[in-house]
C-alpha cells in the first residue's frame, strides 16, 4: 500500500480525521446562524422520514409541507480529496455510492458512506432524479476553501409526502457507469429520468 494510501482519511477512525471534527464543531454554528435569520431546519423523524421509494430503494420523504430554501437534512461523511475518494474506491474502502462533492471544482468529495464514515445523517438517502430535481447540496466553504460541512437545501415548495431529489451531476454518473456496458446510453438514460 502506498504511502499516502497510508495517510488517507479512509484509514483513520472518525476521531483522528482533523477536518470531520472541525466540520462537526461548525455546522452547529451554522444551523444556528441559519435560525437567527429566520431559515427553518428539519428535524429528522419528525419533519422527513426515510420510506421505500418506488425503483430507487429507499429515499427521503416530507412528512410537513416544505417552502424553498429550507434545511432538509445535513450531509456528513469523511471530507477527502477526490484522488483519495479514488483510490479508496479501487481498495474497496468505500462503494462510492454516497459522495457528494465539496468544492465547485470537484477536487474534495464528502463521502457518507456508513461503512467508512460511521454515524451518517440522513442525507445520502435522498434520491438523483434530473426530471423531478427540487433540491441542492450546500456545501460551505470559507474562502473558497470547503469545510466539509454539506446541507441538503429545498429549490422549492414541496408538499407532505413528497420525495426530496437531488441532480447528482454528470460526474458521479460517469464514475458509477465507468466500465459497465452500457452502449446505447439506456442505463444513464433511466438514471437520469426514472
Known sequence: IALPSLLSPYRRPAMLQPARLSAGIAAVGIKAAWQQRGGRIALDGIDTAVQPSTGRGNGLFAQRDFG??????QYNGILASYESFLDAYKESLTSGDYIAFADAGGNRVIDAEPSVAGRCDVGRMVNHSKRGENCYIWAVSIRGVPTGVAFIVTKKRLPAGGEFF??????YWDDQFRGRLDPLGVGRLVVDYL
Not at 437531488?166 to 460526474?171: C, K, V
Open 68 to 73: 424553498a430554501g429550507e434545511i432538509v437534512a
Open 166 to 171: 437531488l441532480n447528482y451531476g454528470d460526474r
